[in-house]
């Protein structure tokens, strides 16, 4: 059974940084891309960031670019999300996603899902 757990959401003050982690387990890790992705109340979920199978290549949602950090362990079924500079617009529910085929920005075609964690920025 594939699990995506996600953890590291929290309360921070605006300009601060949080991280926060997904560890993958029931599917074999180093052959997925993996992503990120958020949902704030209201709105459509939004691509944060992605990496591929390796960790050469990352790609950036616009809103995100020059702020988060999106890294993977493949030998710990981990990526992590690094987000600096964080932004009361930030605040949202945190997913980490699966692909076994390409490198999406899109959430449609995402094999696996995780629960989310709540990240909150304050002003």
């Known amino acids: 059974q594939v699990q995506l757990v996600e953890s590291g959401g929290g309360l921070v003050q605006a300009g601060g940084s949080l991280r926060v982690s997904c560890a993958a387990s029931?599917?074999?890790?180093?052959?997925?891309?993996m992503g990120w992705f958020r949902q704030a109340p209201g709105k459509e979920r939004e691509f944060v960031a992605a990496?591929?199978?390796?960790?050469?290549?990352?790609y950036y949602g616009d809103s995100v670019k020059g702020r988060f950090t999106i890294s993977r362990v493949n030998a710990q079924n981990t990526v992590s999300l690094q987000m600096a500079s964080l932004k009361p617009e930030d605040t949202a529910v945190y997913y980490c996603?699966?692909?076994?085929?390409?490198?999406?920005?899109?959430?449609?075609?995402?094999?696996?899902w995780g629960q989310g964690t709540q990240v909150n920025v304050s002003s």
């Open positions: 996603a699966a692909d076994r085929g390409l490198v999406r920005v899109t959430a449609a075609g995402y094999d696996y």
């Open positions: 990496i591929s199978r390796s960790g050469a290549n990352t």
């Open positions: 029931g599917l074999a890790f180093s052959s997925y891309n």
